[in-house]
């Protein structure tokens, strides 16, 4: 049979190299065209030589995660917060089977003060009034001395008094700050922001400014808190998944029960789950069905029927029945230990702008310390200005250098979306993603259970030879098919299987990748395969029969024996009813799509067609799908791909973006992929790169707003137009609330976001 080179059904010609019926992408990475008519370029061996004259190591960012580890989470990666953890509380939380993983360490600030106050204590106690928080208490107590100065002030009270009362407000609020600043300098060595606020606290009440300086601590304070508040925020989105698992299990014992710790239950033990409960482990239903809500998991907010045979997760909630289910991995293994752990690790993968702004914030505050010497120092001395004016124009230029503001714009709004986007069922497993799906040209997607359901089923039996009937040829094709774990052969052997027919032995068993199955059956050597295996062979098969099942979209499956071609099997797969729409609103994008598959190329054809792909590839081979994104990457730039994450691991650790579906079911898609579709949904696809843009958007609005504000203040500092009060409130206290509040607009973002 001749090798049909043609996607068109209509197409007459053997040999067909018209673009137009063959929507593949040129394969010479030289080639500037992305389809030209050189036939030459069509050859996959170019891309083979590519691969092996080129280092692509430079994208495979394949990483083998330790999910016992303890991960402390510093957001912030400048010099100041490498490897100084000096804080004293030990990180033995209770957990040592790996289950709890409460220990988040986080640090948004990068600044010198904020690494020294890394403690445990909690910020606003749940539950209480807010007066009862002793940051609150702080406030409140400054903010009252600070009016009671300024109405004394007015009422033209002994000026000794007014100092004290202000002075009262600026220890209460600047105590903690002195204590910061004290560490700093003294263990660090280091001149922290806190410090800062001292010299310029203690300078004001010198110049006689005392209102000054009770304003600066007070609004540092504030300003502080709410960088702690962002922190608090951003811990317990971790947490939040944390406390999803319960803590307890009930294990079926004989007859009866007993409540015990889930770090505690083995695999293979048997737990009950009755109807509100939550799944204490991730295993598998053995008695019973029920609705099971896994928002908490997959972040589809519909329950989900479970029966006997179909997998749970540890955390999700059992809404209505009454469930036994047997324990198949440990507590510390469960897909909601290694969400938590992930999402942890996602903080130490930091993205270019993350690094940028904190170079940038390194040289910041030390030209801003020798700017504000000059301005006290320069008019007075060289050009006879007065030097107390000088000075209260340096300590405004003094405050405005607190970098803090500056360093949060960026990790806030990065922590916003990674948390947002797992409460949505995606795990990105760092800031650099978020980042760089903004950057992506082309999206990859397999086939088989990326834009079809993967539920194969036997649609059609074609017996060529009759001396074999319908039946024997399910058994020979079941039989060879029996060792494969691939879809096609399931649904082979699940046909055979539902309707009785023997699977007989085979021996001298070869796998072809890519192309099919051959072994001895009872002495006899047969096969089953694709197109691809019998193409170029003496066995003679009509051209019309393969175009009429590949033209309905169908998979063919040939099963011979030595001789000839015995019958021709077809399995169809359903379209995923959503696929059309994502592909659609990716096009809308300027996002090119591809699909890779092994299928023959109008059945690969059929199902592009109908969904609107943009290029289709077909009768690949397992290693072609890596080559193939290679090239794909030097037509259009930057590439996403999207598989199931087992089949096609190699080709999501060489993506630009490596995307995963149906993580929850699936360990290695989850350690392989940079981004985990926690379901089998890929209409979270636009809403990760709207996800991306967004975010991307709002940080871009953080760090000019900083430097603009930042640069305002110091020109207004200089010309005296504004006061120290004022340099600290919209320098420092308003630019943090801005900030924040800004980055809290990613977390609110729903699914989707258009």
């Known amino acids: 049979m001749m090798e049909n080179r043609c996607y068109d059904a209509d197409c007459g010609e053997e040999i067909c190299y018209n673009p137009k019926h063959y929507n593949y992408i040129c394969f010479d990475p030289e080639c500037n065209k992305i389809q030209c008519k050189d036939s030459k370029h069509y050859d996959k061996q170019l891309l083979r030589d590519y691969q092996e ?16 580890k303890d991960v402390e989470i510093s957001l912030c990666a400048c010099p100041d917060c490498e490897d100084n953890h000096e804080h004293g509380h030990s990180h033995d939380h209770g957990h040592e089977h790996g289950h709890r993983h409460d220990d988040v360490d986080m640090s948004i600030c990068g600044c010198p003060d904020c690494e020294e106050d890394n403690s445990d204590k909690e910020l606003l106690t749940e539950g209480k009034p807010l007066i009862t928080n002793r940051p609150i208490q702080i406030i409140v107590a400054s903010g009252i001395c600070f ?31 002195a204590i910061l600043a004290y560490k700093s300098l003294v263990k660090r060595h280091t001149v922290g922001p806190a410090m800062l606020m001292c010299v310029a606290c203690v300078a004001s009440f010198i110049i006689g400014h005392p209102e000054e300086g ?70 598998e239903v053995v008695l019973g069905s029920s609705s099971i809500n896994q928002a908490s998991i997959t972040g589809e907010s519909v329950p989900v ?45 930091r993205s270019e702008t993350e690094t940028l702004v904190e170079k940038i914030a390194k040289y910041y505050t030390p030209i801003m310390m020798i700017a504000a010497i000059c301005v006290a120092l320069i008019p007075s001395v060289v050009f006879g200005q007065n030097l107390t004016d000088w000075v209260y124009k340096a300590l405004s230029l003094l405050v405005i250098s607190c970098p803090c503001a500056f360093l949060i714009s960026t990790p806030v709004g990065m922590v916003s979306a990674i948390t947002s986007a797992t ?13 760089e799906m903004r950057n992506v040209k082309a999206v990859i997607f397999d086939k088989t259970g990326t834009l079809t359901e993967g539920k194969l089923i036997l649609s059609d039996v074609e017996v060529l030879d009759e001396n074999f009937s319908k039946e024997d040829i ?31 032995e085979i021996n001298d068993f070869r796998n072809i990748p890519g192309k099919g199955i051959i072994a001895n059956i009872e002495g006899e050597r047969y096969y089953a395969a694709n197109e691809s295996l019998i193409e170029g062979s003496l066995f003679d098969v009509s051209k019309d029969e393969i175009n009429k099942y590949s033209a309905e979209g169908k998979t063919i499956i040939f099963v011979g024996n030595s001789k000839k071609v015995l019958a021709i099997i077809t399995v169809s797969d359903k379209i995923r009813s959503n696929a059309s729409q994502v592909i659609a609103e990716l096009k809308e994008d300027g996002i090119r799509t591809v699909m890779l598959t092994g299928d023959n190329k109008l059945a690969a054809n059929s199902v592009a067609s109908e969904i609107g792909i943009d290029h289709v590839y077909s009768n690949l081979m397992p290693e072609d799908k890596l080559n193939i994104l290679d090239s794909i990457r030097n037509k259009f730039g930057d590439v ?25 079911g699936s360990d290695v898609a989850i350690e392989t992929a940079d981004v985990a579709l926690m379901q089998d949904d890929i209409s979270k696809l636009p809403y990760l790169f709207s996800l991306s843009h967004k975010t991307m958007g709002i940080i871009k609005q953080n760090i000019t707003v900083a430097i603009a504000v930042k640069l305002l203040c110091v020109v207004l500092a200089i010309l005296g137009i504004i006061t120290l009060m004022m ?28």
């Open 474 to 504: 399910i058994g020979i094709a079941a039989s060879l098919e029996n060792q494969s774990s691939h879809p096609i052969a399931k649904s082979i052997v699940n046909y055979a299987q539902i309707n009785g027919i023997a699977i007989n």
């Open 147 to 177: 009016v009671a100065g300024y109405i004394l002030e007015l009422l033209s009270i002994n000026s000794t008094l007014v100092t004290l009362v202000f002075m009262l407000g600026a220890l209460i609020a600047g105590y903690e700050i």
């Open 305 to 349: 029927f479970k029966e006997v045979g179909d997998e749970v997760f540890s955390g999700t909630v059992n809404e209505d029945g009454y469930l036994e289910v047997v324990v198949t991995k440990k507590a510390k293994d469960s897909v909601i230990s290694k969400i938590v752990t992930l999402v942890k690790m996602s903080q130490l993968n």
């Open 727 to 754: 340099s600290v409130g919209f320098g420092d206290l308003g630019l943090t609330m801005l900030v924040i509040l800004n980055s809290f607009r990613i977390g609110m973002v729903k699914d989707p976001l258009f």
């Open 53 to 68: 004259n080129t280092d692509l190591s430079i994208y495979d960012h394949r990483k083998e995660m330790d999910y016992d």
């Open 214 to 283: 009770a304003a600066v601590t007070l609004l540092y304070y504030i300003a502080e808190f709410l960088e702690d508040y962002a922190e608090h925020r951003a811990k317990r989105s971790i947490k939040s998944l944390v406390e999803i698992a319960p803590e307890t299990a009930r294990v079926k014992v004989g007859e009866s029960e007993e409540l015990r710790n889930v770090v505690d239950v083995n695999i293979g033990e048997i737990v009950i789950v009755k109807p509100g409960d939550k799944v204490p482990l991730d295993g």
């Open 640 to 664: 996403a791909m999207v598989g199931d994450g087992i089949n096609d691991a190699p080709a999501l650790a060489r993506a630009n973006i490596g995307v995963a579906m149906g993580a929850a």
């Open 423 to 435: 409460k949505n069922g995606v795990l990105i497993k760092g800031s650099s993603y978020v980042e």
